[in-house]
C-alpha cells in the first residue's frame, strides 16, 4: 500500500438493491458479536446478518439473501442510514459484500465519513426519487444504476435524476483525495505548529 | 473577537490547514483508544510503514469486550482474549499508556478520559467510538470517528473534517424530583429526533442543565449522537473547574491548574455567540422518560400513552409499526407495568458514582423482584472503588443485584452479558436498537439509573417518584 496511485472514484455503475426502512442503524448492518476480531476480513458475509437469518441460521426474508441482487453494487436506502455506532466495520461488511456505492435518503454523519474513507459514494435524494429507484431495482434487478459522482446524477433505465453529494465528499472522490493519511502527513510542520500553539499542551 | 461559540473557539485553535477537499485539517489533542476499533488501525499503519506520530497525546484502555465478572488472564472468550492481546502488542510497540485492569484505571473510555483529568475544555477528543461527545460535557469538542480515520490519527493526530452548525439547546427551568439528566436528553431526542442533530453540533445550555453535576452533563452529552449529533458540548463553569481541580492531572499542580484554566475560560461561547438555530426546552414539564420503540427517540414520559403510528410524522409511521410489534406494546397503554427480566445498571452513559449513589437510595432496603436478573457494572474501577467506599455494593448485593466489573458489559453485548431470547431489559444505557443488548429478540427499554432501580424493585416499568415507602420491618 505504500505505493502512491490516484485512485479516483468519479462514477460507480452496478445494478442495484433496496434495502427499504429509515433509521436503520449500525448494530443492524453488523451486530456486535461479529466485531470480535482484528482484522475487516471476512465480514461480507455477516452483513445485515440477523435481517437475513434466524437462531437456526435458516434464510429469512430479505433482499441480500435473493439471488436476482447476489451481484448488485449500489444498495438504496431510505432515511438516517448507518445511525448509531461508529464500527466502520459496518460499511467494511456492505464493501466486502459487495456494494461500491450508497443512494438514500440521508445518511448519518460518521457512517457517511466512514464509507468516504473506503472511497464509497453515499449520495443522496428526496423520498419519492429514493423510493422510485428503489421500485426500479425490483423489477430491473439485472440493469446498471450509473451514479456520477462529479455530475451528481443518477442513471437508470431511461431515467436521469438529480443528486445531491456532500461538496467535500464530491471533490475527495473525483479529485482521488479521500484516503487523507498521506496527505495529512505531508503537512506535519504545520501540525507541530498548530500543537505549540496549544495552550494546554505546555507540560 | 467576539460572537463565536465555544465550538467556532477551539476550532479554530485547532485548525492546521485546509485539504484540497475543503474539508479542515484538525488537530486532535487527545486520542482515546480501546480494543475493538483500533487494531485495523494499527495493522494499516504497519501496511504503510507507519508509526504513531503523537504517543503521548495517546491513550488506550479496553472495555467492549472485557469480561465483568472473571477478569482473569487469558480471558474464558478466545476471540476477546485476542482482541486484548492485540491492544496489549500494539500500544507496547508505539509507547501508549493503557490502562489495562491491572492498574485499577481501567474501565469505559468515557468514563476514564474525564475521572483521570484527560478531558480537558477547550480540547480536541475523537475516539473510534460514537459516544467519544461525552467528553463534550467539559466544554471539548468531542466527536467519534471510524477506523481509517484512527489510522489517519494514529498516523498525522490530525483528522479531516467539515464544520458543522451549532445548534444551542435551551433547557429552562428546575428537574423535578426523580427526574434527571437522562430524561433530559431523551427528551431533547425526541423533540429533535434521531436524525434532527445531522449536521450540527449542540450546545446545551439553560439553567436545568447548569445545575447538573459534571456526571448529569455527561450522560447528556454522551447521547448527542443518538439524536445524530456527532458532538455537542456544555460551557465550562466553576463546575467544570471544580471538578478538574481534583483529578490526578491538577491535584498536585495548583499552578498548571490555574493555567489552565485560563485558557478554559477563554473559550467559552461569546455572550453575543451567533447560534445557526435555538431551540428551547422547558425543564419544569419533564417527567421520568422511558422508551416504548426501537430507537432512542421513541421515548415517552412515563405517565404518557405510547403513541399511535399514524399520529406521528408520516417518515416516522412505519418505524413505530415495527418497533412496536418488537416490544409487543400497545398504543394508548403506559409504559408502566410492562415486564421486566433483566435490569442493567452500566454503560458509558450512566454507569458513574452519583448514577450508582442515586440507585441505591432507591433499592436500599428493598429487595429485586424474584422474576428479575439485576446487575450493576460500573463505569470504571475507581467508580467501582468509590462506591464500595461507601457501601454502595453492599446496598446493591443485599437487594439482590449483582455487583460486577468495569466495562461496557451489556449496553452492547460483546462480552458474556446478554439478552437471552426475547428478555426484556431496564436499562440505563443509550441504544434500545434490534438486537443491541445481544439478543435479537431481547427487547430494551432506556431509563434513567433510578428509574431501572425501581423497575429491579417492582419486576416491571415503574415510576420511581410513585414507588412506595420502605416498610419498617
Known sequence: MSEEVVETVERVTGSGIPVRGNDIDTDQVIPARFMKVITFDGLGEFAFFDQRFDDEDNEKDHPMNEERFRDASVMVVNANFGCGSSREHAPQALMRWGIDALIGESFAEIFAGNCLALGIPTVTADHETVSEIQAWTESNPDDDIEIDVADETVRYGDHEVTVTVDEAQRRALVDGVWDTTALMQSNSGAVAETAAGLPYLDD | ?473
Not at chain 2, 219 to 246: H, K, Q
Not at chain 2, 373 to 399: I, N, Y
Open chain 2, 1 to 473: 473577537m467576539s460572537e463565536r461559540t465555544l465550538y467556532d473557539k477551539v476550532w479554530d485553535e485547532h485548525t492546521v490547514t485546509e485539504l484540497p477537499t475543503g474539508q479542515t485539517q484538525l488537530f486532535v489533542g487527545l486520542h482515546l483508544i480501546h480494543e475493538v476499533t483500533s487494531p485495523q488501525a494499527f495493522g494499516m499503519l504497519g501496511e504503510r510503514d507507519m508509526e504513531v506520530a503523537y504517543p503521548d497525546l495517546t491513550h488506550a484502555t479496553v472495555d467492549h469486550i472485557v469480561p465483568t465478572a472473571d477478569q482473569s488472564r487469558p480471558f474464558d472468550d478466545d476471540a476477546a482474549e485476542e482482541m486484548m492481546s492485540e491492544l496489549e502488542q500494539n500500544v507496547r510497540d508505539s509507547g501508549i499508556e493503557f490502562d489495562d485492569p491491572t492498574t485499577g484505571d481501567q474501565g469505559i473510555v468515557h468514563v476514564i478520559g474525564p475521572e483521570q483529568g484527560l478531558t480537558e475544555p477547550g480540547t480536541t477528543i475523537v475516539c473510534g467510538d460514537s459516544h467519544t461527545s461525552t467528553h463534550g460535557a467539559f466544554g471539548a469538542l468531542a466527536f467519534g470517528i471510524g477506523t481509517s480515520q484512527i489510522r489517519d490519527v494514529l498516523a498525522t493526530q490530525t483528522v479531516a473534517m467539515e464544520k458543522k452548525k451549532v445548534r444551542k439547546i435551551e433547557v429552562t427551568g428546575d428537574l423535578g424530583p426523580g427526574v434527571g439528566a437522562k430524561d433530559v436528553i431523551l427528551t431533547i431526542i425526541r423533540k429533535l429526533g434521531v436524525d434532527g442533530g445531522v449536521g450540527y453540533v449542540y450546545e446545551y445550555a439553560g439553567e436545568a442543565i447548569e445545575s447538573l453535576d459534571m456526571e448529569g452533563r455527561m450522560s447528556i452529552c454522551n447521547m448527542s449522537i443518538e439524536g445524530g449529533a456527532r458532538a455537542g458540548y456544555v460551557n465550562p463553569d466553576e463546575t467544570t473547574y471544580e471538578w478538574l481541580r481534583e483529578t490526578d492531572a491538577f491535584r498536585d499542580d495548583p499552578e498548571k491548574f490555574e493555567a489552565h484554566k485560563e485558557y478554559w475560560e477563554s473559550i467559552t461561547s461569546d455572550a453575543d455567540a451567533e447560534y445557526d438555530d435555538v431551540v428551547t426546552i422547558n425543564g419544569d414539564e419533564i417527567e421520568p422518560v422511558v422508551t416504548w420503540g426501537t430507537t432512542p427517540g421513541q421515548g415517552i414520559g412515563v405517565t404518557e400513552a405510547i403513541p399511535e403510528p399514524d399520529a406521528l410524522p408520516a417518515d416516522k409511521q412505519e418505524t413505530a409499526r415495527g418497533s412496536q410489534e418488537h416490544m409487543r406494546v400497545e398504543p394508548g397503554e403506559t409504559m408502566q407495568g410492562y415486564d421486566i427480566d433483566v435490569a442493567f445498571l452500566g454503560s458509558c452513559t450512566n454507569a458513574r458514582l452519583p448514577d450508582l449513589r442515586a440507585a441505591a437510595d432507591v433499592v436500599d432496603g428493598r429487595e429485586v423482584d424474584s422474576s428479575v436478573r439485576a446487575m450493576v457494572v460500573p463505569g470504571s474501577q475507581r467508580v467501582k472503588e468509590a462506591a464500595e467506599a461507601e457501601g454502595l455494593d453492599e446496598t446493591f448485593r443485599e437487594a439482590g443485584f449483582e455487583w460486577r466489573g468495569a466495562g461496557c458489559s451489556m449496553c452492547l453485548g460483546m462480552n458474556e452479558d446478554q439478552l437471552e431470547g426475547d428478555q426484556a431489559c431496564a436499562s440505563s444505557s443509550n441504544r434500545n436498537f434490534v438486537g443491541r443488548q445481544g439478543s435479537k429478540e431481547g427487547r430494551t427499554v432506556l431509563m434513567s439509573p433510578v428509574m431501572v432501580a425501581a423497575a429491579a424493585i417492582t419486576g416491571e416499568v415503574t415510576d420511581v417518584r410513585e414507588l412506595p415507602e420502605v416498610a419498617v420491618q
